[in-house]
């Protein structure tokens, strides 16, 4: 249960309700109470005039209407109230679960880029949504039917003893019997549902990653496989399905054997106890086994209810394994830090710790605001690295990067990432409309604004010629658009932000010569006032920079302008030439 006691927080935000819903649980059972007690008055009625101590039929007519009308009452009443008890703690129940969803949402969301190196996709939306589903089970249901069993067992076992307390201890006896067995059943159910949820769960990563990368699967002809792979998880998840279905097949036998079990006893001890003058009315016995009757479903639920919060108990703890991971990023400074674009690396080092490779070795260099830098390297050699480190999605192993003289952890992680337009090297792109994904650089743009960003990228005229234009909405990560185009969408979505650091990473890498020339002219007028990092494989994308660094294996082998690194010996000049006599041929 400890995992459990991170959802009071939420009990106590519903406090309100859930006291209203104990209150009308509570007056649901007592009316439907009532009901057992009046159809054993009618019959007391009946036998009385089979006895002769009443001899009006007039009188016994009137006495069993006025029964029927009250038992119609009660029947009535007790069942508005049982319908507000489910719209109260079922609707508690979905606030709660929303609640939970939120927090978990929100908390995935800070979290480090290594966390989702570490978890897949498919068990991140398991546990928002089949965990979740499971504690909701506990926060309605299970606590609903405690409620309801608690006080249906003390109105009606009260009741019970003050009538009859011999064939009260005979007729309850068999109940815990069928609370231990449901509970025992409940539990087998548990681990055998434990193993489908593990099934279902490589299921959907299955699915998710298959239809994630069904160009992959097509271009491979590999259907007939994937299919065939999914076919193999399915059956061992039907399998296991079925080993389940077997075991909840025998739950409500159960029930019904035990029930029949109890109705024996009472129409055995009953009868038994009507003969030798213990009981003095017919009507007791058949109140006793409605009463029964009654009892049976709170009893079995006790069994059910436990199960249910084992299941809970479970899943929270796969909740809280997540909720507990502390961002490694986190806003440690609560002001504004207006960030101008000045920034120098000092020797800085950096290690992926999942694959413990050395990313950076001791990078030293500086960038003023309005300066461009482009970073050139093989691949591998680090640079993409150094774009995440000025966004922070990393911190520096050792080192010191400083925007505006300030160490990078001393500033505003909020403001940092504002001031931040960032086109990574495989653009992705929302299932949304092209107006809405470049959009999402500046939510409260406007028309023209995205006009003049597409513009700045090159890619307007390509958009005004889908029959939608900018209302075209991009499948899955945007496969309606070529290549370039989906770098250029995404580069007029860093653009529109009008931020103070620009970071290209590779992004020009599937557009033409003549179009990247174009839109290097354009961002040279965009960026007079802002520090610009481009990354690329291509001189031709960085030689206008006002600086560019050579990477090799984390290091930074060269440095200088397009002039002068073409007139030393090295990697730049040989890249120059070779790319020179390509684009001769
Ligand atoms: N997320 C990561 N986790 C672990 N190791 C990584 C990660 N990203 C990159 N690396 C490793 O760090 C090194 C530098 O990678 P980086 O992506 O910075 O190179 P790059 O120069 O941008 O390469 P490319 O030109 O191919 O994009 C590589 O050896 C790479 O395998």
């Given at each position: 249960?400890?995992?459990?006691?991170?959802?009071?927080?939420?009990?106590?935000?519903?406090?309100?309700?859930?006291?209203?819903?104990?209150?009308?649980?509570?007056?649901?059972?007592?009316?439907?109470?009532?009901?057992?007690?009046?159809?054993?008055?009618?019959?007391?009625?009946?036998?009385?005039y089979i006895n002769k101590d009443i001899t009006d039929l007039s009188e016994v007519k009137n006495g069993l209407i006025i029964n029927i009308l009250l038992i119609l009452g009660a029947v009535l009443i007790s069942a508005f109230f049982t319908f507000l008890m489910r719209q109260t703690f079922i609707v508690v129940s979905r606030f709660i679960e929303?609640?939970?969803?939120?927090?978990?949402?929100?908390?995935?969301?800070?979290?480090?880029?290594?966390?989702?190196?570490?978890?897949?996709?498919?068990?991140?939306?398991?546990?928002?949504?089949?965990?979740?589903?499971?504690?909701?089970?506990?926060?309605?249901?299970?606590?609903?039917?405690?409620?309801?069993?608690?006080?249906?067992?003390?109105?009606?076992?009260?009741?019970?003893?003050?009538?009859?307390?011999?064939?009260?201890?005979?007729t309850v006896t068999p109940l815990p019997i069928l609370s231990i067995s449901i509970y025992k059943l409940s539990v087998a159910i548990h681990k055998r549902s434990t193993v489908v949820q593990e099934f279902l769960s490589k299921l959907t990563t299955f699915t998710q990653e298959s239809f994630s990368g069904i160009t992959v699967i097509k271009a491979y002809g590999i259907e007939t496989q994937t299919h065939q792979n999914f076919t193999d998880l399915s059956n061992t998840s039907k399998d296991k399905n079925l080993d389940l279905a077997k075991v909840q097949a025998l739950f409500f036998p159960l029930m019904v054997l035990l029930i029949g079990f109890s109705n024996i006893l009472v129409i055995y001890i009953g009868g038994k106890q009507f003969l030798d003058g213990t009981i003095k009315d017919l009507g007791v016995i058949v109140e006793f086994i409605i009463f029964v009757n009654m009892l049976t479903w709170p009893v079995a639920t006790v069994g059910w209810v436990s199960s249910i919060v084992q299941q809970a108990e479970a899943s929270q703890v796969r909740i809280n394994e997540f909720l507990s991971q502390e961002p490694e990023i986190t806003n440690t400074i609560s002001q504004d830090t207006p960030i101008k674009g000045n920034i120098s690396f000092d020797n800085v080092s950096f290690i992926y710790d999942d694959t413990n490779i050395t990313a950076l070795k001791k990078v030293s260099f500086e960038v003023n605001t309005g300066e461009t830098i482009g970073i050139l390297g093989k691949t591998g050699s680090g640079k993409s690295t150094i774009l995440d480190l000025i966004g922070r999605l990393y911190d520096a192993s050792s080192g010191e990067i400083r925007i505006d003289?300030?160490?990078?952890?001393?500033?505003?992680?909020?403001?940092?990432?504002?001031?931040?337009?960032?086109?990574?090297?495989?653009?992705?792109?929302?299932?949304?409309?092209?107006?809405?994904?470049?959009?999402?650089?500046?939510?409260k743009a406007t028309d023209d604004e995205v006009y003049k960003a597409s513009k700045n990228a090159v890619v307007h005229d390509n958009i005004v010629g889908f029959s939608k234009g900018y209302d075209t909405?991009?499948?899955?990560?945007?496969?309606?658009?070529?290549?370039?185009?989906?770098?250029?969408?995404?580069?007029?979505?860093a653009i529109i932000k009008e931020p103070s650091i620009l970071l290209f990473?590779?992004?020009?890498?599937?557009?033409?010569?003549?179009?990247?020339?174009?839109?290097?002219?354009?961002?040279?007028?965009?960026?007079?006032?802002?520090?610009?990092?481009?990354?690329?494989?291509?001189?031709?994308?960085?030689?206008?920079?006002?600086k560019i660094i050579v990477l090799e294996d984390g290091q930074i082998i060269q440095q200088g302008t397009h002039n002068q690194l073409i007139n030393?010996?090295?990697?730049?000049?040989?890249?120059?030439?070779?790319q020179l006599s390509e684009k001769e041929i």
């Open positions: 249960m400890r995992a459990l006691r991170h959802l009071n927080k939420y009990f106590l935000k519903y406090k309100y309700r859930l006291l209203i819903g104990i209150a009308i649980t509570i007056i649901a059972r007592i009316f439907a109470t009532l009901v057992p007690t009046l159809v054993g008055d009618s019959v007391d009625v009946v036998e009385q929303f609640d939970l969803k939120n927090e978990v949402f929100q908390h995935y969301e800070k979290l480090s880029l290594n966390f989702y190196k570490k978890n897949r996709t498919g068990d991140l939306m398991n546990r928002i949504s089949e965990d979740v589903s499971k504690v909701r089970m506990y926060v309605g249901p299970a606590i609903m039917y405690s409620v309801n069993t608690i006080t249906l067992f003390v109105v009606v076992i009260g009741y019970m003893i003050s009538i009859a307390p011999e064939l009260t201890l005979y003289g300030t160490p990078i952890r001393n500033l505003n992680l909020t403001n940092l990432r504002e001031s931040i337009g960032y086109v990574p090297q495989d653009a992705f792109l929302f299932s949304d409309s092209i107006k809405n994904n470049i959009k999402f650089g500046k939510e909405v991009l499948g899955e990560r945007g496969i309606t658009l070529s290549g370039g185009q989906k770098q250029r969408v995404s580069i007029a979505r990473d590779d992004c020009l890498s599937a557009v033409d010569t003549e179009t990247e020339e174009e839109i290097l002219q354009n961002l040279n007028n965009i960026s007079k006032d802002k520090t610009t990092f481009i990354v690329s494989h291509r001189v031709s994308t960085a030689k206008n920079a006002d030393t010996e090295g990697y730049y000049k040989e890249l120059y030439l070779k």
